[in-house]
């Protein structure tokens, strides 16, 4: 059974910076995208980022790009969530997310969801 574990999440004031880190176990990966998506209360869930099976091809959503940098490390089976210049609309739950396959932007072509862990961007 796959398992996805992230981390990093919590509160940080606008403008600052937090990395997020998903850990995958229970399954070879070998050929899996990774990304994230998030939920601010009362909306539906979003993209936020995806990055292929050989870290080559990063997806940002246009309302992160060039503020979120995310990459992975295969060794380890983690992938990283660089996220700066945070603003209040960042504030969501964060999901770790895995598919065999191409990366995606579409929230049904993940089989594999992480628990979530909170972004809190606030003074």
């Known amino acids: 059974q796959v398992q996805l574990v992230e981390s990093g999440g919590g509160w940080v004031q606008p403008g600052g910076s937090l990395r997020l880190s998903c850990t995958a176990s229970?399954?070879?990966?070998?050929?899996?995208?990774m990304g994230w998506f998030r939920q601010a209360p009362g909306k539906e869930r979003e993209f936020v980022a995806a990055v292929s099976w050989d870290g080559r091809n990063t997806y940002y959503a246009d309302s992160v790009k060039g503020r979120f940098t995310l990459s992975r490390d295969n060794a380890k089976t983690t992938e990283y969530l660089q996220m700066n210049s945070l603003k209040s609309e960042d504030t969501a739950v964060y999901y770790c997310?895995?598919?065999?396959?191409?990366?995606?932007?579409?929230?049904?072509?993940?089989?594999?969801w992480g628990q979530g862990t909170q972004v809190t961007v606030s003074s």
């Open positions: 997310v895995v598919r065999y396959g191409a990366a995606s932007r579409a929230t049904a072509a993940y089989k594999y």
């Open positions: 229970g399954g070879t990966f070998s050929g899996y995208a």
